[in-house]
T-cell receptor, first 109, second 115 residues
């Protein structure tokens, strides 16, 4: 089983749609979880951390289920500017990271 | 602050050539890392450092060397380039701080092609 697995993409959605990304991780000892965003041919950038209680940042909601080793990201009211690849990321030690392969999101007018 | 800088942006090598990818940060971060990103593979950790003089291997260290003589710089050396090392290389840095996670900041990447 891969350390971090994500939904295969791409996801094609119209503007205004709600889209959900799912992710599972294999190491039950993992402590920290994140969603990163990567635009085409650019570096990854932190979108949001994921906390056990769930957390929200504007149109973005992240959830963590430690028992199922499952992470999710919900994007509401999709914008054209949300088009990117979304990376599910788990912290290793010393702040190094394990990345999922990413899911591409394409938002169309 | 310039953040994390990487040079060169693009490089083409022939098999067997050596080169050094440069990475520098001006945020006084203790932790620095190198990742490579290949199509369909996601980012994978090559080497990392938790401070000047201290480095360790990641998932895919073979064919690469690193050293960390200063806090600011963390160069990645390819000793004898192979086509399998064709990839996009990202350097990242973060503030230290024990076992707590601190946000990693990535450089813009170096796109390397080995012929």
């Amino acid at each position: 089983r891969k350390e971090v697995e994500q939904d295969p993409g791409p996801f094609n959605v119209p503007e205004g749609a709600t889209v959900a990304f799912n992710c599972t991780y294999s190491n039950s000892a993992s402590q920290s979880f994140f969603w990163y965003r990567q635009d085409c041919r650019k570096e990854p950038k932190l979108l949001m951390s994921v906390y056990s209680s769930g957390n929200e940042d504007g149109r973005f909601t992240a959830q963590l289920n430690r028992a199922s080793q499952y992470i999710s990201l919900l994007i509401r009211d999709s914008k054209l500017s949300d088009s990117a690849t979304y990376l599910c990321v788990v912290n290793r030690r010393y702040s190094t990271l394990t990345f999922g392969k990413g899911t591409m999101l394409l938002v169309s007018p | 602050n310039a953040g994390v800088t990487q040079t060169p942006k693009f490089q083409v090598l022939k098999t067997g050539q050596s080169m050094t990818l440069q990475c520098a940060q001006d945020m006084n971060h203790e932790y620095m890392s190198w990742y490579r990103q290949d199509p369909g593979m996601g980012l994978r950790l090559i080497h990392y450092s938790v401070g000047a003089g201290i480095t360790d291997q990641g998932e895919v260290p073979n064919g690469y060397n690193v050293s960390r003589s200063t806090t600011e710089d963390f160069p990645l050396r390819l000793l004898s380039a192979a086509p399998s090392q064709t990839s996009v290389y990202f350097c990242a840095s973060s503030y230290g701080g024990g076992s707590s996670y601190n946000e990693q900041f990535f450089g813009p990447g170096t796109r390397l092609t080995v012929l």
